[in-house]
């Protein structure tokens, strides 16, 4: 059995895209030790959690281990699911019930909106955020979650949003020149919480006071200005200005994100240097495509959900399908399942019979974050698609 070093050094020169990212992570911490090292993934709770979900996590995830092993484990390390539960409610999503009663709560922060299924969550943002936690601990990932309603009523966030404050002609500067003219005209990082109304006001604003740490902004309704902090929660951030703060105020090491938010990464990584500070080390993950190559979209249902593909199949044989070239666009529908339930079984029971090198780059080590499990008696697809079809039936 090889010695912990051995391992250690096999790892820092593994071409397992964990590893080399990890091996980033590494360099940072290098360059400006700490003590801890921030993984974080995003979640919007407008929706539920989903297969693309699952594959951010468990990629995360991945990450997060190879780190440890580079690191000895020397170096504690967590794992945030942030939930963005203060954005807008813009639209009512069709898959819900009462949906006039959700009509009425249009603009409002999702933890304002009342819960269409039950009286049993506080509001919109807090049942999805209960199946969001559900989802990952069925899974058992390792994350602790987080809310931005949370961090911003809390005061979480209000020394971050005070130095927002402090540079907000330089996050203009960067912002502005992106937008079109019409957009430029009203544009404002800040989105104040309308005290008469609750709902989140995309308006510009008309005066700024950093000593007060206060913002003036023109009420739509009234026409009257209206003074407000900054703290407390009384406002939150566009969503680019809002994704930098939070790195800024939490110091996240580590964030990717799909290849569509490449610009908004660059753009928020920018905004996060100008306030002082350090963008964390990620990558952009390619997008998913269904069988005729086209991008899925929750909206138009193209593509298998994660319980179609859990019907007939375990979830390391996502988790394997999510570590196979994260950086590569793949066709997500039912005819990649057989392959990654036979591959997963094939790697799994090939693990005990390779050298150290071999295992650190089998991806059966990453889905199990170092320990795979000894194998019994192998498992094919058309056995899997066997017994649930008798269950079934």
């Known amino acids: 059995m090889a010695c912990a070093e051995d391992v250690r050094k096999a790892a820092e020169q593994s071409s397992a895209w964990p590893f080399e990212e990890a091996r980033k992570l590494v360099a940072r911490l290098n360059k400006k030790p700490k003590d801890e090292v921030l993984f974080e993934t ?23 281990h190879a780190f440890r092993l580079l690191t000895d484990d020397k170096i504690r390390t967590r794992l945030l699911a942030f939930s963005d539960d203060m954005d807008g409610f813009r639209k009512v999503p069709d898959n819900v019930p009462n949906k006039e009663m959700l009509t009425a709560h249009l603009g409002k922060p999702l933890t304002r909106v009342p819960d269409p299924f039950s009286n049993e969550y506080p509001s919109f943002g807090h049942h999805n955020n209960a199946r969001l936690r559900a989802f990952l601990d069925r899974f058992g990932f390792d994350y602790e979650f987080a809310s931005a309603t949370d961090y911003y009523t809390s005061g979480r966030f209000d020394g971050a949003m005070q130095r927002l404050l402090e540079v907000y002609d330089k996050v203009m500067d960067i912002i502005l020149p992106t937008l079109g003219p019409e957009r430029r005209a009203t544009y404002s990082p800040f989105l104040p919480i309308s005290p008469t109304t609750g709902q989140v006001l995309y308006v510009p604003m008309v005066e700024r006071n950093v000593s007060k740490g206060t913002v003036v902004y023109v009420d739509p309704d009234s026409g009257e200005k209206v003074e407000t902090t900054v703290t407390g929660g009384r406002v939150k951030c566009q969503w680019k200005a809002d994704w930098a703060m939070r790195w800024f105020a939490l110091g996240v090491d580590y964030e990717m994100a799909g290849k569509d938010l490449i610009d908004s990464v660059k753009l928020s990584g920018r905004i996060c240097a100008a306030m002082g500070g350090t963008p964390p080390e990620g990558f952009n993950y390619e997008l998913f495509l269904d069988e005729n190559g086209q991008k899925i979209s929750k909206s138009k249902g193209n593509g298998l959900t994660i319980d179609e593909w859990l019907r007939y199949a375990s979830p390391e044989s996502l988790a394997l399908f999510m570590y196979r070239e994260p950086k590569s666009a793949k066709r997500l529908y039912f005819d990649v399942i057989p392959r990654n339930v036979d591959d997963y079984q094939q790697f799994l029971d090939g693990y005990a019979r390779q050298d150290l090198k071999q295992q650190l780059g089998n991806p059966s080590w990453h889905i199990h974050g170092g320990r795979p499990p000894a194998v019994d008696m192998p498992v094919t697809f058309q056995m899997l698609r066997t017994l649930v079809s008798t269950s079934n039936a």
Request: proline share 9%.
């Open 42 to 64: 995003g979640y919007g709770p407008s929706g539920l959690p989903h297969i693309g979900t699952f594959g951010e996590v468990a990629r995360t995830s991945m990450v997060r």
